[in-house]
């Protein structure tokens, strides 16, 4: 789920004289504000969900359990809308261009004032894209809709950041020495800070500000904010992009390739890409932080699909045999930890995983995997189209 969501107040005046004075933007003059009581907040969280996900929210979330992201028996649409439903105190929405406030908050917090500034850079960068229709036009692809959404996050963390630190009338050097200091925060893990909602979830709710906000200004301190204007010119399609701070990356798009795989008497029901984050995430949860890093930072492309009867396919491919090496090496280690069967075949630097619970009938073997394989290993196919 995209809502733009962090704290703000009715006041622009403050925040928005601010704003442009690190950014160099005018905010929109013409920009709504309106007042929400909390408890009329959920029908926009729940409309949200729906511009992210579609109607196939459930399968995605089938599709998660079944990679043992998310845990059996619990009820995820109503845990993602809980989890934002805690955090949000106001949002831009991009949908009709307005900041919606959620009632009860001090007006005069320099706190708030500047997660304010945050705020309002969503709406800038709305006038620049717009927002919506780049999101939803990335709906259902998990590793793309992060990649956009923190190059977006990463800047309004930067912005915000430079406002409250006064850092924008430093020279240059004492300048970036001392953003490096006030964003080391987001170098740690933040999933904590959550409790009692789903680890999978609260990952993806921080990771496109701790990964974004990297990127971003990587970008800032090699060229300021021209460089950072740049990063629009060619919107990141994957989080290998973000996370190695290389926007020449290409991004594969494997799901293609992963419509060709057919499980006998089975129907997919839904196919996603969850990237190297995602891979980063399902290796962490088993191995130590260094060895899941180093598994899944060879990552070239994956798609997953969801069958009939809880079995997933996992298509992958990798820049190398001996990155795919150690990748497989990783999903045995975290089968055997996780309790499922695990099922695979390779081809180069390609792998196929088939993944079910073992106490549910196993799998068929999928038809015409050689040719698959070939197609997942000689795939030029890209996430999107630039920019």
Not at 48 to 65: I, K, S, T, V
Not at 80 to 108: I, R, S, W
Not at 144 to 158: D, K, R, W
Not at 333 to 339: F, H, L, M, T
Request: one cysteine or more; glycine letters at 8%.
């Amino acid at each position: 789920m995209w809502l733009c969501a962090l704290l703000a107040v009715l006041s622009l005046g403050e925040p928005a004289q601010l704003l442009e004075r690190v950014r160099g933007v005018p905010v929109p003059s013409d920009l709504p504000v309106r007042s929400l009581p909390r408890e009329a907040l959920r029908p926009f969280l729940e409309e949200a969900l729906e511009d992210a996900y579609g109607d196939r929210f459930d399968d995605f979330a089938a599709l998660y359990r079944a990679l043992r992201l998310l845990p059996d028996g619990e009820d995820a649409r109503e845990s993602l809308l809980a989890l934002y439903e805690g955090q949000v105190a106001a949002f831009y929405n991009p949908k009709d261009h307005t900041m919606t406030v959620v009632e009860g908050f001090d007006p005069e917090s320099p706190i708030l004032r500047l997660l304010l500034v945050h705020e309002l850079t969503h709406a800038i960068q709305d006038r620049r894209l717009p927002l919506y229709e780049r999101l939803t036009a990335r709906a259902g692809n998990r590793d793309a809709s992060l990649a956009l959404q923190s190059l977006l996050e990463g800047e309004a963390v930067l912005v915000m950041t430079l406002a409250g630190a006064d850092l924008d009338l430093l020279p240059e050097e004492e300048r970036h020495r001392r953003l490096d200091q006030a964003l080391a925060p987001y170098g740690g893990d933040l999933s904590g800070s959550v409790p009692d909602a789903p680890p999978f979830f609260v990952h993806d709710l921080l990771i496109p500000y701790q990964a974004g906000v990297r990127f971003v200004a990587g970008a800032y301190k090699r060229g300021g904010w021209p460089a950072v204007d740049a990063l629009y010119d060619r919107l990141p399609c994957c989080m290998e992009e973000v996370l190695h701070e290389d926007p020449l990356i290409r991004c594969p798009d494997l799901r293609p390739a992963a419509g060709a795989l057919t499980l006998p008497g089975r129907r997919a029901a839904v196919t996603d890409t969850l990237g190297e984050t995602g891979f980063r995430y399902l290796f962490s949860t088993r191995l130590p932080g260094p060895e899941a890093d180093r598994a899944a930072r060879g990552w070239d492309g994956d798609a997953a699909v969801l069958f009939e009867g809880g079995a997933a396919a996992w298509l992958t491919r990798w820049d190398t045999p001996r990155d795919r090496r150690e990748a497989v090496a990783a999903m045995r280690a975290w089968a055997r930890a996780e309790g499922v069967t695990l099922a695979r075949w390779t081809r180069g630097s390609s792998a196929l995983f088939l993944i079910s619970n073992p106490g549910a009938p196993p799998p068929p073997k999928p038809v015409d995997l050689r040719s698959i394989l070939k197609r997942t290993e000689e795939s030029d196919e890209h996430a999107c189209d630039h920019p």
